[in-house]
């Protein structure tokens, strides 16, 4: 059983910086891919970057330059340093584990609220 527990959701002003963790545990396989997605209120869930355990990153166009995603292998945990964050950056984040074609999990989620 694997679980991953998000942590470093809050509330943040426009133009301030967040950090989220994610911690995964359990029996997982060495060769895999962490991630960050999010869910806004009447959207779908999209990807905001992505870590593979060789260290290639993939972000989303909306948030290139301003967040990035870090990942300690030995400790199963994913980093999302998140700063200049706006207004459309608030949503409920979801860390992700996934490896071969169909393993996938994902964490509970974590609410990001950007507001003045």
């Known amino acids: 059983q694997v679980q991953l527990v998000e942590t470093g959701g809050g509330f943040v002003q426009p133009g301030g910086s967040l950090r989220l963790s994610c911690a995964a545990s359990?029996?997982?396989?060495?060769?895999?891919?962490m991630g960050w997605y999010r869910q806004a209120p009447g959207k779908q869930r999209e990807l905001v970057a992505s870590i593979t355990s060789g260290g290639s990153t993939n972000y989303a166009d909306s948030v290139k330059g301003r967040f990035t995603i870090s990942r300690d292998s030995a400790k199963n945990t994913v980093y999302l340093q998140m700063n200049s964050l706006k207004p459309e950056d608030a949503a409920v984040y979801y860390c992700n584990l996934k490896w071969l074609v169909s393993t996938n999990y994902w964490g509970q989620g974590t609410q990001v609220t950007v507001s003045s």
């Open positions: 359990g029996n997982i396989f060495s060769r895999n891919a």
